[in-house]
């Protein structure tokens, strides 16, 4: 006996969802959702704010301080100083990866012998460039993507700071995973 045309197509597109259901599963964590594919996590909104984010940022009034010319510029060798004292002796030991600035503020990125790598932003004043520890990110952002998290880990404690200094900022990648 041969199956009705509708029938038939009716039982496939049930068969492909009820495949697709079984590989695919939403999860809350930490007031966000993750899709686990096959058990595997994966930050669907970090990868469209990323995407997002890249194709909309302006960078035109953001500074990119080239790290080669870090000992002739007095902002950065300030900057350096700040946070080699934040937490000595560890602190010390730093290889900055990316500086940018913003009027008077600079978001510099640091990877650190004996410390977690750390996302730290600090604001030029007259009395200097104090580091503010609300102000700093430090550790993995797993299983989220590295640069839409710490945007906005940064951004709700710092809502001051120009919107196009977090949209500029990528963080090197892998470093947070």
């Known amino acids: 006996m041969a199956m009705k045309k509708h029938v038939a197509l009716s039982l496939l597109v049930m068969t492909a969802l009820g495949v697709v259901a079984s590989h695919l599963d939403w999860e809350q964590h ?60 560890d602190s010390r030991r730093m290889q900055l990866l990316q500086l940018l600035s913003s009027g008077p503020w600079i978001l510099a990125e640091v990877e650190f012998l004996a410390l977690e790598p750390a996302v730290i932003v600090l604001e ?13 990110w430090s550790g993995s952002t797993q299983p989220w993507v590295s640069g839409p998290w ?8 710092a809502p001051q700071v120009p919107s196009d200094l977090w949209a500029c900022f990528d963080p090197t990648p892998a470093l947070f995973d």
């Open 30 to 89: 930490d007031d966000s959702y993750l899709l686990r594919v096959d058990g595997v996590a994966v930050d669907v909104r970090g990868h469209l704010s990323a995407a997002l984010n890249r194709a909309t940022r302006r960078c035109d009034g953001v500074a990119h301080i080239q790290l080669g010319d870090m000992p002739s510029n007095p902002t950065a060798m300030a900057m350096k100083q700040a946070i080699s004292e934040y937490s000595p002796p």
């Open 150 to 157: 710490i945007r906005r880990y940064l951004q709700q404690r």
């Open 124 to 136: 030029k004043n007259a009395s200097g460039m104090p580091i503010h520890h609300h102000l700093i």
